[in-house]
Each structure stands twice: as structure tokens, then as C-alpha cells.
């Protein structure tokens, strides 16, 4: 399994996906080996750990009397976006640029964002299922992958991964800091090497080019993959904005009926493995 970016209304989404899939017979949960990249880190942490995905068919609301965390900051975010837009820059100097703004960002919430994804999660500890979690060296603009023997708790790993600038501010590691794995790559398919048969849910499809993601794949080496994408209807419950939380509902449940159509062609591949 593999779970690319998104956004909140990315992780509504893949978790209707999930949940869909299973009711029509094809339940994700046995899958050998997780991939998670942002968004997808946070479904991919709730299936790996064996809580179903329908915990997540609404945000969670901030507790009574918690502390409000820093507005995001479309200044930060639109810089961002300038930078990986611009065809000029190699990969690798893109991302230094980004993690240099992202630096900036204000981290005195910490506690904060680990208790929310605490509750999302359900789970605090690495699951029995294989997990392997993307994010980014702001410092070095490499890519870090966290697992249970990385030796970094669950929680930070998965916030690291989401940890988009001007959003969420860096995750200080062991003397790094990190921020989304997206900067990388939208889906780190290529951590799946060694599967038979790779499903790849992808709420971006529709949004960036397929160079980068077949390159993964085809370093992936799997037998079959089957990659699920938004379809019309799921984009337009999508929205223009992936970080509109008004859209989580919607997302959620066009990713449920989705799911469910795509059962049936998907349950050869998966029950052959």
C-alpha cells in the first residue's frame, strides 16, 4: 500500500477509499507493507495499526480550552509553491530553498500538533504492520524515511511527514528538522520495492505530472500496480482549495462510494497475492 499527499481533504479522502474498498471485499489492512507521504501518513498510520479508517470520516475538533494553533500563512505557502513551480530549479536546490523558509516557521506548538495526531491516530507506538514514513531534511533537502527501527517515536514521524511549510512548522528529530515528505515526492512509491503488487491512492493524480511516479514504480519493480486516483465526482467534492476542512465530509464520502466501485476490478489482483 502506498498513500500519497493531499492535503486534509486528501486524508478524508484515502480514508473513504479504504473504506469503501473493504466493504466491497478488498480490506487494505493485510496489506504486507505501508507507504505513507504526508497526508498519506496519516492514513496509512491509522490502517497499518489496525484501526479502520472510518475514525477519520470527520475531523477532529479541537478539545475545550486547547490552545489555538498559528493561522497558516499564505505568503509562506504561495513562496513555497513559486519555488517547486519553477522549472529552472533542480529538485534538490528546490527543496533546500523551501526548507530555508520553512525554517523560519514559527515551532513553539509542538506538543500541540503530537497530541491532535495522537487523536486521529488513535496509536502512539509503531504498528506490527510494516510502516515506512516519508519526510524531508529542511538542512540537507534529503529524504528521511522513519519505521518502527528508525528509532523515532510514531507520532513525530508522521507529523514530520505532514509538516508542510506554511502550514505546519518543522519537526525537530534528533538534532534535524524535517518537513513534509511531498517535498520529495507525492507518493515515495519507490519505498515499496520488493512488493508483488503495489495500489497506490493518489488524491493529487489529477494535479501533477506522472514522470516522477512512474519512475518509482518502475524502480518499485512490482508485478501489478493499481493506482487510484479522484474521479469526477471526487474532485468536485474535492474543492479548489485541499486544505478547506469544510470539505472533509464530502471528501470522505466520495472516497467511500469510489472505493467500493473499485472493489470489484481490484479484488483479482489483491486476492492472488
Known amino acids: 500500500m502506498a498513500f500519497g499527499a493531499g492535503g486534509p481533504v486528501g486524508v478524508a479522502w484515502m480514508a473513504g477509499v479504504v473504506a469503501g474498498l473493504k466493504r466491497g471485499g478488498v480490506d487494505l489492512a493485510a496489506a504486507d507493507l505501508v507507504v505513507g507521504t504526508s497526508a498519506g501518513a496519516m492514513v496509512g498510520a491509522v490502517l497499518a495499526s489496525g484501526r479502520g479508517t472510518e475514525r477519520l470520516a470527520e475531523p477532529v475538533r479541537p478539545s475545550p480550552g486547547e490552545p489555538e494553533l498559528p493561522p497558516v500563512d499564505p505568503a509562506l505557502q504561495s513562496a513555497v509553491f513559486d519555488i517547486l513551480r519553477d522549472g529552472s530549479l533542480e529538485p534538490a536546490e528546490a527543496r533546500l530553498r523551501v526548507g530555508a523558509l520553512a525554517a523560519g516557521m514559527d515551532a513553539s506548538h509542538d506538543r500541540i500538533h503530537l497530541d491532535r495526531m495522537a487523536a486521529l491516530l488513535g496509536a502512539r507506538d509503531w504498528p506490527a504492520t510494516a510502516l515506512k514514513v516519508a519526510a524531508v531534511d529542511i538542512d540537507t533537502g534529503e529524504r ?129 497475492v
Not at 147 to 175: E, Y
Not at 180 to 204: C, F, K, Q
Not at 247 to 262: M, S
Open 144 to 272: 528521511r524515511v522513519f519505521d518502527r527501527d528508525s528509532g523515532v517515536p510514531l507520532l513525530p514521524a508522521v507529523v514530520a511527514s505532514r509538516a508542510m511549510p506554511g502550514v505546519f512548522p518543522p519537526v525537530g528529530i534528533s538534532g534535524a528538522r524535517y518537513m513534509d515528505g511531498g517535498m520529495y515526492s507525492a507518493t515515495n512509491a519507490d519505498l515499496a520495492a520488493g512488493m508483488r503488487l503495489i495500489v497506490l491512492i493518489e488524491p493529487m493524480a489529477r494535479m501533477l505530472p506522472r514522470d516522477q511516479v512512474r519512475r518509482e514504480i518502475a524502480e518499485a519493480g512490482a508485478d501489478t500496480v493499481v493506482a487510484i486516483g479522484p474521479d469526477a465526482e471526487s474532485t468536485a467534492a474535492f474543492g479548489a482549495d485541499l486544505g478547506d476542512r469544510a470539505a472533509w465530509v464530502p471528501a470522505y464520502r466520495a472516497g467511500d462510494r469510489q472505493g467500493e466501485g473499485a472493489a470489484p476490478s481490484l479484488l483479482g489482483s489483491w486476492g492472488r
